[in-house]
């Protein structure tokens, strides 16, 4: 799976490389993320995103992109006592490399909504609590590709300069429940994010 990957990203920007209209740059900014399925709700992971972008306009409003990037999901809780001091917490760390193909549209010179899917491949999986990192047989049971929608606006603060936000959802679940359990359409734990990262323009 990860040489698929591998290989899709190569002819990728192999495809865009050897295309008119040729963009390109790098990339930057965080992560907000939650894991669905975990029971602990609200935004409270913070990552990191780096990459790099390589993009092809098809009309004067239509523009393919696809990224290379490093980025941290997962999920983080924070247990406390009456008094606000820490008791505990739980913690859910994923690092992927991921690879989005999303199209633009120019909706207005510098305001372009974008959409599309990404393919990610996860490379290391911490989950911890306080009294430790998790038995390793848990932790593997963590998909190591994952699918995910991506949905966002981007807005050009300069000729080289443009600032992205963008939500993604795992398409299927990142993790099973134990013993396959299901509820309902409930089958897993899926990646919950919000991106904000800017991109450089060569």
Same mark, same amino acid.
């Given at each position: 799976?990860?040489?698929?990957?591998v290989?899709?990203l190569f !002819?990728? &920007?192999s495809?865009? *490389?050897?295309?008119q209209? +040729?963009n390109? @740059?790098l990339?930057?900014?965080?992560?907000?993320?939650?894991?669905d399925g975990?029971?602990?709700?609200?935004?409270n992971?913070?990552?990191?995103i780096a990459g790099v972008?390589?993009?092809?306009?098809?009309t004067?409003?239509?523009t393919?992109?696809s990224e !290379?990037? &490093?980025i941290?999901? *997962?999920?983080y809780?924070? +247990?406390t006592? @009456?008094a606000g001091?820490?008791?505990?917490?739980?913690s859910?760390?994923?690092?992927?490399?991921?690879?989005?193909?999303?199209?633009?549209?120019?909706?207005?010179?510098?305001i372009?909504?974008?959409?599309?899917?990404?393919?990610?491949?996860?490379?290391?999986?911490?989950?911890?609590n306080a009294?430790g990192?998790?038995?390793?047989?848990?932790?593997a049971l963590f998909?190591k590709?994952?699918?995910?929608?991506?949905a966002?606006?981007?807005?050009k603060?300069?000729?080289?300069?443009?600032?992205?936000?963008t939500?993604s959802y795992?398409?299927?679940p990142i993790?099973r429940?134990k013993?396959?359990?299901?509820?309902?359409?409930?089958?897993?734990?899926?990646?919950?994010?919000?991106q904000?990262?800017?991109r450089?323009h060569?």
């Amino acid at each position: 799976m990860k040489r698929a990957l591998v290989s899709i990203l190569f !002819l990728s &920007f192999s495809l865009f *490389g050897f295309s008119q209209n +040729f963009n390109g @740059g790098l990339l930057a900014g965080m992560s907000a993320t939650q894991v669905d399925g975990d029971t602990y709700a609200g935004y409270n992971r913070v990552g990191l995103i780096a990459g790099v972008w390589v993009s092809r306009s098809y009309t004067p409003l239509v523009t393919i992109r696809s990224e !290379l990037r &490093f980025i941290q999901k *997962g999920s983080y809780r924070r +247990f406390t006592d @009456g008094a606000g001091g820490t008791t505990g917490f739980y913690s859910i760390r994923l690092n992927y490399a991921e690879m989005p193909f999303l199209v633009e549209y120019k909706y207005r010179e510098n305001i372009i909504p974008y959409a599309g899917l990404s393919f990610g491949y996860l490379w290391k999986a911490v989950e911890k609590n306080a009294d430790g990192p998790f038995p390793e047989d848990e932790q593997a049971l963590f998909e190591k590709l994952e699918f995910a929608a991506n949905a966002g606006v981007e807005y050009k603060l300069t000729e080289k300069f443009s600032f992205c936000a963008t939500f993604s959802y795992s398409i299927f679940p990142i993790r099973r429940y134990k013993d396959n359990v299901t509820y309902r359409w409930d089958r897993g734990q899926l990646n919950n994010v919000l991106q904000f990262y800017v991109r450089y323009h060569y």
